[in-house]
T-cell receptor
Framework: NAGVTQTPKFRVLKTGQSMTLLCAQD?????MYWYRQDPGMGLRLIHYSVGEGTTAKGEVPDGYNVSRLKKQNFLLGLESAAPSQTSVYFCASSYVNEQYFGPGTRLTVT | EDQVTQSPEALRLQEGESSSLNCSYTVSGLRGLFWYRQDPGKGPEFLFTLYSAGEEKEKERLKATLTKKESFLHITAPKPEDSATYLC??????????????FGQGTILTVHP
């Protein structure tokens, strides 16, 4: 049981480049989430999904898009990266309440 | 809007010196209060869920308690391996039921041998 996995672990982008972060879970959870964690800001919800084929905006969705084509995968896309998107990104999944987090992706945008 | 405030921001303890971390919250109908542990460079690790005032949960040297306004994470006789950032989060009953968590900024605990 791998739990929640994220790829890649690290990435450096130049301003304007695009990329996709992949999250996978093997716990058959319905709900999946993308957060960003910044010093002094705590964890903030970007987008979430309540099931396959559904997505919704969280607290800080601007500049990001997501897709949930399969129940076990949740993709986070940056179409045109900006330095303000430098952060650590965490994916999480849950059955009902308790959320289980992945190891994170550290993204730097120069 | 749900809010979570954790104190202190940082806490240094000697091994064996018991203490408590505080999580104060405001929420429109509490569905659950969650404690997580986060080690440097890793994702948050789930510890406890508390649902109603008066509830307590224990795990090894940790005990979490809940009142209507705050939660405490008591650490008894801590060891250096308890050093981590402890995060508190709440889930409110208002609005959608998708499980949105509002996190505090965490308490950085350092336990010296």
């Amino acid at each position: 049981n791998a739990g929640v996995t994220q790829t890649p672990k690290f990435r450096v982008l130049k301003t304007g480049q695009s990329m996709t972060l992949l999250c996978a879970q093997d716990m058959n959870h319905e709900y999946m989430y993308w957060y960003r964690q910044d010093p002094g800001m705590g964890l903030r919800l970007i987008h979430y999904s309540v099931g396959e084929g559904t997505t919704a905006k969280g607290e800080v969705p601007d500049g990001y898009n997501v897709s949930r084509l399969k129940k076990q995968n949740f993709l986070l896309g940056l179409e045109s990266a900006a330095p303000s998107q430098t952060s650590v990104y965490f994916c999480a999944s849950s059955y009902v309440n308790e959320q289980y987090f992945g190891p994170g992706t550290r993204l730097t945008v120069t | 809007e749900d809010q979570v405030t954790q104190s202190p921001e940082a806490l240094r303890l000697q091994e064996g010196e018991s203490s408590s971390l505080n999580c104060s919250y405001t929420v429109s109908g509490l569905r659950g209060l969650f404690w997580y542990r986060q080690d440097p460079g890793k994702g948050p690790e789930f510890l406890f869920t508390l649902y109603s005032a008066g509830e307590e949960k224990e795990k090894e040297r940790l005990k979490a308690t809940l009142t209507k306004k705050e939660s405490f994470l008591h650490i008894t006789a801590p060891k250096p391996e308890d050093s981590a950032t402890y995060l508190c989060a709440v889930q409110g009953a208002g609005g959608t039921s998708y499980g949105k968590l509002t996190f505090g900024q965490g308490t950085i605990l350092t336990v010296h041998p």
